[in-house]
């Protein structure tokens, strides 16, 4: 064979093979950066979906989302049903906003009902506020939700905060300054 040919087969061969491994290993980039936005994109949607499990917990909790009712009706009076109680009309100005400042052992029957609500409500709170920082969830995924309750919140501020404060929502009280409280 001729040198010359036997040479020109030999860089064709170089040639074909580093064009070869240029291109696998720019395919294998490209799907590295796919597979880096999919898993990014995955993510994403299971902080949003976990964002949405836990409102969904305060509102599948009797007593939360008694709670979350008040917040939202804290205009006149409103019925309420506590868990194995018969229906109760409660004004959110003299009854819950009163109950949230009661010791444990002064409150009547339906002040402690109050005060249980909102206990669980800001357990739900105080949890969401630690998966914020633990960036399990994102606060974009669950502002939206709680603005008319830290609007509600700040009106009473220091209901609140002192109410948090004795029952040790530390969390709770930061989530809701996430809101502009000045708790």
């Not at 291109?23 to 898993?39: D, E, F, G």
């Not at 506020?129 to 009473?156: A, P, S």
Request: hydrophobic share 40%; with cysteine.
């Amino acid at each position: 064979m001729n040198p010359f040919l036997k040479d020109l087969i030999q860089v064709a061969s170089w040639t074909v093979a580093v064009i070869g491994g240029l291109t696998a290993a720019l395919v294998a980039i490209r799907q590295l950066k796919l597979n880096t936005q999919q898993r990014k994109t995955e993510l994403r949607w299971k902080q949003a979906n976990a964002a949405k499990e836990i409102i969904d917990d305060i509102h599948n909790n009797n007593w939360a989302k008694n709670a979350v009712a008040m917040l939202d009706w804290s205009e006149g009076k409103h019925r309420f049903r506590f868990e194995g109680g018969n229906t109760v009309e409660i004004s959110y100005q003299n009854d819950v906003l009163a109950a949230l400042t009661k010791k444990h052992g002064e409150c009547s029957d339906l002040e402690q009902d109050i005060i249980y609500c909102f206990d669980w409500f800001f357990y739900f709170i105080n949890r969401i506020e630690h998966y914020i920082r633990t960036e399990l969830i994102k606060f974009e995924d669950v502002e939206d939700v709680f603005n008319i309750y830290g609007e509600k919140i700040k009106q009473n501020e220091q209901v609140f905060e002192n109410f948090m404060q004795v029952h040790s929502y530390r969390l709770a009280v930061d989530f809701w300054k996430r809101h502009g409280a000045d708790l």
